[in-house]
Nanobody, 127 residues
Framework: QVLLVESGGGLVQAGGSLRLSCAAS????????MGWFRQAPGKEREFVAA????????YYKEAVKGRFTISRDNARNTVFLQMISLKPEDTAVYYC????????????????????WGQGTQVTVSS
């Protein structure tokens, strides 16, 4: 079975940094585009960032542009989300997700277009 496992979440002060990792197994990793989503209590899960199969193309939620960077290491079957200048409004459970679709662009921003999800990792940013 396909398994995604996130790690790297935690509690940080506003302005701090975290690096999230998502390790994938049970799939041919290079055949999947990968995304990061987040969900705060009482709110819908929202798109954060995505990266194409070969890592050449990335997509970001407007609110995180310039602060978050998504990357992937296909040799290690791992996708990362480097977060800097964190704000309290970034507080949420962060999930990684995988899609085998070869579509591009806005397609990757929808939760409905991903087949496999990790369990999530909590990110809490205090003021």
């Amino acid at each position: 079975q396909v398994l995604l496992v996130e790690s790297g979440g935690g509690l940080v002060q506003a302005g701090g940094s975290l690096r999230l990792s998502c390790a994938a197994s049970g799939l041919t990793f290079s055949m999947y585009a990968m995304g990061w989503f987040r969900q705060a209590p009482g709110k819908e899960r929202e798109f954060v960032a995505a990266i194409s199969r070969n890592g050449r193309i990335t997509y970001y939620k407007e609110a995180v542009k310039g602060r978050f960077t998504i990357s992937r290491d296909n040799a290690r079957n791992t996708v990362f989300l480097q977060m800097i200048s964190l704000k309290p409004e970034d507080t949420a459970v962060y999930y990684c997700a995988a899609t085998q679709s070869a579509s591009v662009g806005v397609y990757y921003t929808s939760v409905h277009n991903y087949d496999t999800w990790g369990q999530g990792t909590q990110v809490t940013v205090s003021s």
